[in-house]
């Protein structure tokens, strides 16, 4: 996946049909653009419409992208450094990206229950890899169903090669207007006239190379004829590992959707991008091993990876869809409580230090617990000397040090148990 193809992604996306649509023609368009049944694709949207809304979020942004068959040709994006006009369905991808964002945003201001979800970015990633291995699996539109097959904005026809000239490549002639169809033809062959023939050395005309015996004097007014155009090289065949392992994830991160959909809550969005996860790494493991040129790699595979890693930790790092440090604040916290009075039953932190000193605590009139959560960080607990303590530690992604059993275990006092849970970062409890 490289920047021209996601430019080509872009530039041949589908347009909205007037007739034989349902709502829109989002659907019927780009069942028509990639050759598929418009039915598969309605489902998908109904299905992605379950995980945060994502499936009508792509709908509305699909009605602002994509231009409808009777508009004009949108200006397409090239890779270039000044910025690009904008005209009607002629916005640049990347403004399209920010406007999903944008909203997304928007949605999750001052909500306690945000509408956007770990389920939502889910399902709208699985859409956008489905429209992209869709375009691998039919990289030419057919006629009439991209944007920059449609009519320029000068009124012209669009150029669209005719079969006749795709078949004859050493037929190079312009492209013309068909005014019945619409479509470009390749205009008559024009032969040259008025060209003065080959003179030899004597002041005689000399025969051209293509009639060395002199047969056809009359057609010696005919130009030399043109050396054939090489071929180009054979570009190497890329690794069919990125479209199987790609499709196989989808179909692990479906299966898992699935289980959760029917009641299964071991299915949670961190798992299934896990598994996902899992399948693209052997992928990524069997592509290694193999002994391939450097641009024949499934590098796809890769920012597959990094998508599913992403919202993975994201879903992990999250309860209800908003991250702990949201609620919990960010900073340095430092307690040291001076008796089991001053002990409190939990300390709370979103992003930073927290560091807690239990040496003068003092005995215990019962058994107590201390529960420390933190998103992002650095844990330190210093315990006492004289209680009997148990430690419980617990860290998603991180380094973690704690003593194993019970501490202080010869002591005569009720148990003081300790539980630290870490998202991410180091913890460390020592005496």
């Not at 231009?67 to 090239?78: G, I, K, L, M, S």
């Not at 008559?188 to 080959?198: G, H, I, M, R």
């Not at 809550?265 to 598994?275: D, Q």
Request: with cysteine.
């Amino acid at each position: 996946m490289d920047t021209k193809t996601l430019l080509d992604l872009w530039n041949t996306r589908p347009v909205r049909p007037r007739s034989g649509k349902t709502l829109a023609g989002i659907c019927t368009g780009i069942a028509r653009r990639y050759r598929i049944d418009a039915t598969l694709v309605k489902i998908a949207f109904l299905v992605a419409a379950f995980f945060g809304g994502a499936g009508v979020l792509l709908y509305v942004v699909g009605l602002i992208a994509f231009p409808a068959d009777n508009e004009t040709a949108p200006r397409p994006v090239r890779m270039r450094s000044r910025p690009a006009r904008r005209g009607p369905h002629g916005v640049p991808w990347y403004a399209i990206v920010i406007g999903v964002i944008a909203v997304i945003s928007i949605s999750n201001m001052g909500s306690s229950a945000p509408f956007w979800s770990s389920g939502g970015l889910l399902g709208l990633v699985l859409m956008l890899l489905g429209w992209w291995l869709l375009y691998q699996r039919t990289p030419v539109a057919p006629a009439g169903t991209s944007a920059d097959q449609l009519h320029p904005a000068d009124g012209s026809a669009p150029l669209v090669p005719t079969a006749s000239a795709m078949t004859n490549p050493l037929v190079e002639s312009p492209l013309v207007a068909n005014p019945i169809e619409g479509e470009a033809i390749p205009a008559p062959f024009e032969t040259p006239v008025d060209v003065p023939a080959a003179t030899g050395t004597d002041g005689v005309d000399a025969p051209p190379a293509w009639d060395p015996l002199g047969t056809a004097r009359f057609a010696w007014d005919l130009p030399e004829p043109a050396a054939p155009p090489q071929p180009p090289a054979p570009k190497p065949p890329k690794s069919p590992l990125t479209p199987i392992f790609a499709g196989l994830a989808v179909i692990v991160a479906a299966g898992g959707t699935g289980g959760h959909l029917v009641g299964l809550e071991w299915f949670t969005v961190g798992r299934i991008a896990a598994l996902a996860l899992a399948v693209l790494g052997v992928g990524m493991l069997l592509d290694a091993v193999q002994r391939r040129q450097a641009n024949t790699r499934a590098t796809g595979l890769v920012w597959l990876a990094i998508i599913a890693g992403i919202i993975a930790v994201v879903a992990t790092l999250s309860t209800t869809g908003r991250p702990t440090f949201v609620n919990d604040g960010i900073g340095e916290r430092s307690y040291h409580p001076q008796g089991v009075e001053q002990l409190a039953d939990t300390y709370e932190l979103g992003i930073g230090n927290t560091v807690l000193d239990l040496r003068d605590v003092g005995p215990l009139d019962r058994d107590r617990t201390v529960t420390i959560k933190q998103g992002i960080g650095e844990v330190k607990v210093t315990l006492p000397d004289d209680v009997r303590v148990k430690t419980d530690c617990h860290t998603v992604v991180g380094d973690q040090t704690c003593p194993e059993g019970i501490v202080n275990p010869d002591a005569k006092t009720p148990t003081l148990t300790v539980k630290a849970n870490l998202n991410m970062g180091s913890m460390e409890m020592k005496k």
